[in-house]
């Protein structure tokens, strides 16, 4: 019998969490919540879900902003979750660019195996929640479940196709929250299952 995935999420960040930017979200003030997110990882939590952000930053490699420009944005997000009763438990963060040739950046799995490695946890079956193909990438390349929302830049992922066998689409984090808190995250969701194209 397959073993139950714990209770964990992984999310990206910028799309899925809070507004994106093509110009990156760079300070505090641009850090803005996307509608229902917060909410959705209080959700997550008081339904026992430790919940972890794994997110590209690659501005920071591009000089576009510094760590405590970071750090700040964290502290606001942290501040601002705990206000509506949720919690990360950590933020893991790729600060190169494509470049740099690292293997933290999505779609290599580094950032994920990372964390793995922090919760002495294996992440087969646990849910990662992106944007874009290269966030669910990352996450199957660990045996993650895939979890495509159509905030951020998710609608023209899904135009785009070529998704991962499996992937569940959802409209944003809230709607994700719902649909795991109330299901058990045991079946995928009725008519939004997107198959592989491509």
């Not at 933290?104 to 799995?109: A, F, Q, V, Y």
Request: proline share 7%; net charge neutral; glycine share 14%.
């Amino acid at each position: 019998m397959p073993q139950t995935p714990p209770k964990f999420v992984i999310l990206d960040r910028d799309g899925v969490v809070n507004l994106d930017s093509d110009q990156f979200i760079k300070t505090p003030d641009e850090w803005v919540p996307i509608d229902g997110s917060l909410e959705a990882i209080a959700a997550l939590n008081q339904a026992g879900y430790r919940v972890v952000i794994a997110s590209n930053q690659s501005g920071i490699g591009r000089g576009l902003f510094e760590m405590s420009a970071l750090n700040a944005m964290h502290e606001k997000m942290h501040t601002s979750l705990a206000r509506v009763g949720g919690r990360v438990d950590a933020v893991f963060f790729c600060p190169h660019t494509a470049a740099d040739g690292c293997e933290c950046r999505k779609p290599k799995p580094g950032m994920l195996e990372q964390i793995s490695e922090r919760f002495g946890i294996e992440l087969r079956g646990v849910p990662i929640v992106g944007d874009s193909l290269r966030d669910l990438e990352a996450g199957v390349a660990v045996g993650c479940a895939p979890h495509l929302v159509r905030s951020g830049k998710g609608l023209k992922t899904l135009d785009k196709g070529g998704l991962p066998p499996g992937t569940q689409v959802h409209d944003d984090l809230r709607a994700f929250a719902r649909w795991l808190t109330g299901n058990g995250g045991g079946q995928r969701p009725p008519a939004q299952s997107a198959h592989g194209a491509g």
